[in-house]
């Protein structure tokens, strides 16, 4: 088995979540900014995500990469949103305050073992829903189903799936229907 670095575990999970890979160092309206890596999101999440080591950068190094990055995003007028991901281990919080002036920073440590990982990166990512089990709303409404005995009347309970609007508009056309008729065959008079 080998060994991944953190660095290489936050992107595989970015990667997973439609992320796209920036090269390093990172190039934004002229200039050349270094990172650990980089990563650019696609739509609904399009975030810019820079990910700092701090076995290889010290709190100020990667203060200046976000500063670099946050200052070169806004000469460029770009609305995307910065996010840092520090992985290795924890600055002080001190730092992390300084960090968080120019972005969102989510400080993931060593990040070894992935649900912890999901966890900190838990804002980037897709959400997961639970899946759905059959509901009392569902279980009443087939026993409503079972118990309708007018084909309007199922009609209806079907429709209540689809919304209010769409029962009441099938009620109200059921209602017109009679006088559309009547209407219909004083006109072939």
Do not use: C, Y
């Amino acid at each position: 088995m080998t060994e991944t670095t953190p660095v290489e575990r936050v992107a595989e999970l970015l990667k997973k979540a439609e992320f796209r890979r920036i090269p390093i160092p990172l190039s934004i309206g002229g200039l050349q900014i270094d990172a650990a890596a980089a990563f650019v999101g696609q739509p609904p999440r399009p975030d810019l995500v820079v990910v700092g080591d701090t076995l290889d950068q010290t709190p100020a190094r990667l203060q200046q990469t976000v500063e670099g990055v946050g200052r070169a995003l806004d000469m460029m007028g770009s609305k995307r949103p910065l996010t840092l991901v520090v992985v290795g281990p924890r600055p002080e919080s001190s730092a992390l305050t300084r960090l968080s002036r120019h972005a969102r920073v989510l400080p993931v440590g060593d990040a070894s073992d992935q649900p912890n990982l999901e966890n900190w990166l838990a804002v980037l990512l897709p959400l997961k829903l639970p899946e759905l089990k059959e509901s009392r709303a569902d279980a009443a409404f087939d026993k409503l189903l079972q118990g309708a005995r007018d084909p309007i009347e199922r009609e209806l309970i079907e429709l209540a799936h689809a919304g209010a609007t769409a029962v009441s508009d099938r009620l109200a056309a059921l209602v017109d229907e009679p006088f559309v008729e009547a209407d219909d065959a004083g006109a072939l008079q």
